[in-house]
């Protein structure tokens, strides 16, 4: 067990120095990071007061259908399924990745303090600090933990378009905000970056799980518990009658 733990901490380890090193840039102010976080957010602005149907589009995606709070209850509603199917740990997997997601978001914003774009003619506000993004957070945890969940139970086929929905849903939610002039383009980036190491960290605590149950390695294209589709998924995968537990 303790090396799985070792291998978990440093798997998540791992996937954070991308964002750690993003966060240094952001907190020096490092001048081509701030160049490009201008030049994005001048340039979408202008699309934005030029095409108000356009814009009036993004704000519908980016306050209902990617907010936060509809994410959030997706996995929520998710996590009530399975409790229901008595996948007990795969919804602890689910709560703990969102909630602890949310919580670490909001941590980094109040600790990093950076103010949001300042624009003439804003074509939306939003209120706290700006770094990292919340909606590109939430994006990234949400789908992470809707598509590692709901995999095995779609057909091999139709993986795929689901993997790209996901990927689409994400890359629009940060696209969403940057031309809303809510977020700088790094905000984004940190937002996609942190989030992610979130779901990799929980996602190999998940696989530590399994493997002290007795269970084989999953192939992270066939979702975290291929098990979810037996009629009773958990039981024999995690309860006495593990392998592992008989041994």
Same mark, same amino acid.
């Given at each position: 067990?303790?090396?799985?733990?070792?291998?978990?901490?440093?798997?998540?380890?791992?996937? +954070?120095?991308p964002?750690? $090193?993003?966060?240094?840039? @952001? &907190?020096? =102010?490092? *001048?081509? /990071?701030?160049?490009?976080? %201008?030049?994005?957010?001048?340039?979408?602005?202008?699309?934005?007061?030029?095409?108000?149907?356009?814009?009036?589009?993004?704000?519908?995606?980016?306050?209902?259908?990617?907010d936060?709070?509809?994410?959030?209850?997706?996995?929520?509603?998710?996590?009530?399924?399975?409790?229901?199917?008595?996948?007990?740990?795969?919804?602890?997997?689910?709560?703990?990745?969102?909630?602890?997601? +949310?919580?670490?978001?909001? $941590?980094?914003?109040?600790? @990093? &303090?950076? =103010?949001? *774009?300042? /624009?003439?003619?804003?074509? %939306?506000?939003?209120?706290?600090?700006?770094?990292?993004?919340?909606?590109?957070?939430?994006?990234?945890?949400?789908?992470?933990?809707?598509?590692?969940?709901?995999?095995?139970?779609v057909?091999?086929?139709?993986?795929?378009?689901?993997?790209?929905?996901?990927g689409?849903?994400?890359?629009?939610?940060?696209?969403?905000?940057?031309?809303?002039?809510?977020?700088?383009?790094?905000?984004?980036?940190?937002?996609? $970056?942190?989030?992610?190491? @979130?779901?990799?960290?929980?996602g190999w605590?998940?696989?530590?799980?399994?493997?002290?149950?007795?269970?084989?390695?999953?192939?992270?294209?066939?979702?975290?518990?291929?098990?979810?589709?037996?009629?009773?998924?958990?039981?024999?995968?995690?309860?006495?009658?593990?392998g592992?537990?008989?041994?």
């Open positions: 067990m303790g090396v799985r733990l070792l291998l978990t901490v440093g798997a998540g380890a791992v996937a +954070a120095v964002f750690g $090193l993003l966060l240094l840039l @952001v &907190e020096g =102010a490092w *001048p081509p /990071l701030l160049r490009l976080d %201008a030049g994005a957010a001048r340039r979408l602005h202008e699309v934005a007061l030029e095409h108000p149907g356009w814009t009036a589009t993004l704000r519908f995606l980016s306050d209902w259908l990617w936060p709070a509809t994410l959030r209850i997706a996995v929520a509603l998710l996590t009530g399924w399975l409790l229901y199917r008595r996948a007990w740990r795969l919804a602890a997997w689910a709560a703990t990745t969102a909630i602890g997601g +949310a919580l670490i978001g909001v $941590l980094v914003k109040v600790v @990093v &303090e950076r =103010a949001r *774009p300042s /624009l003439q003619d804003p074509v %939306a506000q939003a209120p706290g600090y700006s770094f990292p993004s919340g909606h590109a957070m939430t994006a990234t945890t949400s789908c992470g933990v809707l598509l590692l969940v709901l995999l095995p139970l057909p091999r086929r139709w993986r795929g378009l689901c993997w790209a929905a996901a689409i849903s994400v890359l629009g939610v940060g696209f969403t905000r940057i031309a809303l002039g809510v977020h700088w383009f790094s905000d984004v980036i940190g937002g996609w $970056l942190l989030g992610g190491a @979130v779901v990799v960290l929980t605590a998940f696989e530590a799980w399994r493997s002290d149950a007795g269970r084989p390695r999953t192939d992270v294209s066939a979702g975290l518990e291929p098990e979810l589709t037996d009629e009773v998924p958990e039981p024999r995968a995690y309860g006495p009658e593990s592992s537990r008989d041994r």
